[in-house]
């Protein structure tokens, strides 16, 4: 494998001077890119919702089912979507798939009934989750080229590129149409699959290192589907959390601590903000304390942010357990696909990431559950509880493991 042997002979990270690292630097710039896409323009759907949702004249509940589409078209793409990788290779599929997911967003604008906002959030929600599924295929092959934990500075990507994606649908929401604002995003979408594309058409996914070494590689077929699932339970731990809050967090401040409109939608922000530069520093962490300690680490945090968010007797500890929680969680996510891809390649990352979009899809409505039957604070402390559970997971785990990538 004469690209692998590069690679060992590189300086730290693969990107020193040797001939190998500039093909595995344009990789990582272009994946960069696909991350940082995906969250632009998923934001940048979400930020039109409230407009679609008066143009097709939806109730609530037409919307909520509408919205089903999304979960549905998403879940189903990704347990195929590891076939096909393994099939054409996952940076032909992360290209494919973000062509379709440019082109797909601009046709909730084209809708006049929940029917047809439905049935075309189908084919968004299949892009959204084919693309998610192969492009962290293609991040877990060049982390393990490079030999450095890096997975989560492409999630930090998705974050960036959702905030500047909401940011700019809020800009434009009070001047420009729905459908002049979509039909934009398809626009740059294929601009920008059209630069970065090539790269990932033209570069082969790097060689891997060799196995997982056999002290720690689990027995047999049924071994590795349960260590992937246990990664694919810690994703969802995370996940549920974010969820969570993306949907009730302002109202916790502005319900529960009387907190002000604009304080209240600053909640979420800020948390956003705080798991972004979790993520942006998520190698640093990784090189220095392992992968297993970084879980336990940042589980632990989490619980600890989530139960003064959810307790808290005014609205600045609040926000300071929010900030918190997203620092915790930062990089749970991106060390379980990254963990589980690396066990059993785009099938691991397709079980991973089908069940950490389960359990965002999963936190909103048990929040709201648990909410009639108790209290909202109460209801949130469940973030706690899986962000804990994820820590405690994650070290039973430690001896069933890839490689550490340091």
């Known amino acids: 494998m004469p690209l692998l042997n590069k690679v060992r002979t590189a300086a730290p990270g693969g990107l020193g001077g040797d001939t190998a690292s500039p093909s595995l630097s344009r990789l990582r710039s272009a994946l960069t890119l696909f991350f940082a896409l995906d969250g632009f323009l ?37 347990t195929l979507t590891g076939r096909l990788c393994r099939r054409y290779g996952s940076h032909a599929v992360t290209v494919a798939t973000a062509v379709l997911l440019s082109l797909s967003i601009a046709l909730p604008a084209l809708t006049r009934s929940p029917l047809s906002l439905g049935l075309v959030l189908l084919v968004f929600g299949a892009a959204y989750g084919g693309i998610n599924v192969a492009m962290n ?80 590689r689990p027995r047999g077929r049924t071994g590795a589907r349960g260590a992937v699932l246990v990664f694919g339970v810690i994703a969802l731990c995370t996940a549920y959390g974010e969820g969570a809050l993306a949907d009730w967090g302002a109202l916790h401040l502005e319900q529960d601590l009387h907190a002000h409109p604009g304080v209240a939608a ?34 632990t945090t989490a619980a600890a942010g989530m139960l003064l968010a959810a307790l808290a007797p005014n609205v600045w500890a609040a926000l300071l357990g929010f900030a918190v929680t997203g620092l915790g969680l930062a990089n749970i996510f991106p060390v ?67 490689p550490e990538a340091v």
């Open 137 to 216: 295929s293609a991040a877990v092959d060049l982390v393990a080229a490079l030999r450095r934990p890096v997975m989560p500075s492409f999630h930090a990507a998705f974050s960036l590129g959702g905030m500047l994606g909401a940011g700019l649908g809020g800009l434009v929401a009070g001047s420009l149409s729905p459908a002049t604002h979509l039909l934009g995003l398809t626009v740059l979408g294929l601009l920008l699959t059209a630069a970065a594309g090539p790269v990932l058409l033209r570069e082969p996914s790097p060689a891997l290192p060799e196995a997982v070494p056999a002290a720690v």
């Open 336 to 402: 379980a696909v990254a963990r589980a891809g690396a066990l059993a390649g785009p099938s691991g990352v397709a079980a991973a990431s089908t069940l950490g979009y389960g359990g965002m899809l999963l936190g909103p409505p048990s929040i709201g559950f648990l909410a009639d039957w108790f209290s909202l604070p109460v209801a949130l402390t469940t973030v706690a509880v899986l962000a804990a559970g994820a820590a405690v997971i994650g070290y039973a785990a430690r001896n069933t493991r890839a």
């Open 266 to 299: 600053a909640g979420y922000s800020l948390f956003a903000l705080t798991m972004t530069a979790g993520r942006l520093s998520g190698t640093a962490l990784l090189e220095r304390l392992g992968q297993t300690r970084t879980l336990v680490a940042g589980g």
């Open 42 to 78: 998923f934001a940048g759907w979400v930020v039109r919702i409230p407009a679609i949702k008066q143009q097709t004249g939806s109730s609530a509940g037409d919307l909520g089912l509408a919205l089903l589409g999304v979960s549905a078209g998403a879940v189903v793409t990704m």
